[in-house]
């Protein structure tokens, strides 16, 4: 495994974006090194971290010398960096369906804050208990599943024909209602599921404390 592929994340193992960044790099199969920050003693604030990664945040990557910071920028690099036929495509060929991987990714990256709020990562990967549901988060849940439904219509297991980033970043989303007993159409249910049963995921999931 080179040591010159590097993942940088946090050592709770909460973060959706390094979720993302990581869930991409394993169903690419390009081998990689990860290496989890303490953002609670603030090691990203290593002046090294700062300098390499810019944003100083979570994830960052480090193919050698070039680092790349920011999530959906991440899963797009890997995916045109580590192209076909050697590695399959992620991101979906077509222009249109392409252009909606990426919509749905800056959907779930832009909206819904008070659902990321009221039902944080650390209840799915920590196994906090979530409180009660604010007013807000009850309705952009309502929002986040009127958006699924219209995404994935009747019978659809995946959000294109294959697996894409998107489906991971969806499918955490909608983890944050089914995870926590939270009231959601079954077919969504099934979906966040079966994308959670990947191994890639699975993989993420053994260094949390996720119940199935």
Same mark, same amino acid.
């Given at each position: ?6 993942? =940088? ?12 960044? @990581? ?14 920050? +303490? #953002? ?8 090294? =971290? ?17 680092? #790349?910071?920011?999530? +959906? ?17 992620? =991101? ?32 799915? @990967? ?73 191994? +890639? ?12």
């Amino acid at each position: 495994m080179p040591d010159d592929l590097v993942l =940088y994340g946090n050592d709770t193992y909460t973060s959706p974006y390094v979720f993302s960044a @990581f869930v991409t790099l394993r169903e690419k199969g390009v081998p990689f090194r990860l290496e989890v920050l +303490s #953002l609670e003693r603030r090691e990203h604030d290593r002046p090294d =971290y700062q300098a390499g990664s810019i944003t100083g945040r979570v994830p960052a990557r480090r193919p050698g010398d070039f680092w #790349l910071a920011e999530s +959906s920028a991440i899963d797009e690099y890997v995916d045109e960096a580590f192209g076909p036929p050697r590695y399959p495509r992620l =991101y979906p060929d077509d222009l249109r369906d392409r252009a909606r991987v990426r919509m749905i990714q800056a959907f779930v990256r832009s909206d819904l804050a008070a659902l990321r709020e009221d039902r944080p990562t650390s209840t799915l @990967f920590l196994a906090e208990p979530p409180g009660p549901m604010t007013p807000e988060g009850r309705a952009a849940a309502e929002r986040l599943v009127r958006i699924a439904e219209r995404l994935l219509p009747e019978g659809a297991v995946l959000l294109t024909r294959e697996f894409t980033p998107a489906d991971a970043d969806l499918a955490l989303m909608l983890q944050r209602l089914v995870a926590n007993g939270d009231p959601c159409p079954v077919r969504l249910a099934v979906y966040a599921r079966a994308v959670f049963a990947r191994p +890639s995921v699975r993989e993420w999931l053994s260094h949390t404390r996720w119940k199935d």
